[in-house]
T-cell receptor, first 116, second 113 residues
Framework: QKEVEQNSGPLSVPEGAIASLNCTYS??????FFWYRQYSGKSPELIMS????GDKEDGRFTAQLNKASQYVSLLIRDSQPSDSATYLC????????????????FGQGTILTVHP | DAGVIQSPRHEVTEMGQEVTLRCKPI?????LFWYRQTMMRGLELLIY????????DSGMPEDRFSAKMPNASFSTLKIQPSEPRDSAVYFC???????????FGSGTRLTVV
């Protein structure tokens, strides 16, 4: 089992629809969770972070975290063609002693295409 | 702040040549990471430093790869000798506090012919 897995995609949605991106992680002790957006030929850009169970909203983006199910998702409402990119889920995993490794573990990414 | 600065942006070299990639972290960020990204393998962590000290280099593919961080303002990733399979985009990323996430540099696109 991979440490961080994302729905394989590619995901294609029409403009104005809700895009749902999913991520599961293996380490139950993981503490913080991030979504990065990467446009083709560009570097990853942090768009959302979430630390507690529940929802966190920022504009058209909502991150959802369920630690019991080891699941984090990103919803993009009113999707726009400019949202077309690869979305990377990243997790701050914890050592057995309870301290952080100091690094993020990334999923393989989901390619999202929003078509007009 | 100028962000994480990587150079060069593009590098084309012949097989067997030495390649040096450079990274200047954001001032005050005490963690620095080197990643490699390909379509096949995604984003792979090669090595990371904390306060200029290498913490984990288990992702470095083989002895041809080496990385240094001589001071808090500069890091290099060297490939000697380079091979076509090293062709990828190499990213440098830094953070001050992991709960804030990483900031990535613009990357170096390496092509080995």
């Amino acid at each position: 089992q991979k440490e961080v897995e994302q729905n394989s995609g590619p995901l294609s949605v029409p403009e104005g629809a809700i895009a749902s991106l999913n991520c599961t992680y293996s380490d139950r002790g993981s503490q913080s969770f991030f979504w990065y957006r990467q446009y083709s030929g560009k570097s990853p850009e942090l768009i959302m972070s979430i630390y507690s169970n529940g929802d966190k909203e920022d504009g058209r983006f909502t991150a959802q975290l369920n630690k019991a199910s080891q699941y984090v998702s990103l919803l993009i409402r009113d999707s726009q063609p400019s949202d077309s990119a690869t979305y990377l889920c990243a997790v701050n995993m914890i050592k057995p002693g309870g301290t952080s490794y100091g690094k993020l573990t990334f999923g393989q990414g989901t390619i999202l295409t929003v078509h007009p | 702040d100028a962000g994480v600065i990587q150079s060069p942006r593009h590098e084309v070299t012949e097989m067997g040549q030495e390649v040096t990639l450079r990274c200047k972290p954001i001032s005050g960020h005490d963690y620095l990471f080197w990643y490699r990204q390909t379509m096949m393998r995604g984003l792979e962590l090669l090595i990371y430093f904390n306060n200029n000290v290498p913490i984990d280099d288990s992702g470095m593919p083989e002895d041809r790869f080496s990385a240094k961080m001589p001071n808090a303002s500069f890091s290099t990733l060297k490939i000697q000798p380079s091979e076509p399979r090293d062709s990828a985009v190499y990213f440098c990323a830094t953070h001050l506090k992991l709960n804030y996430g990483y900031t990535f540099g613009s990357g170096t696109r390496l092509t080995v012919v």
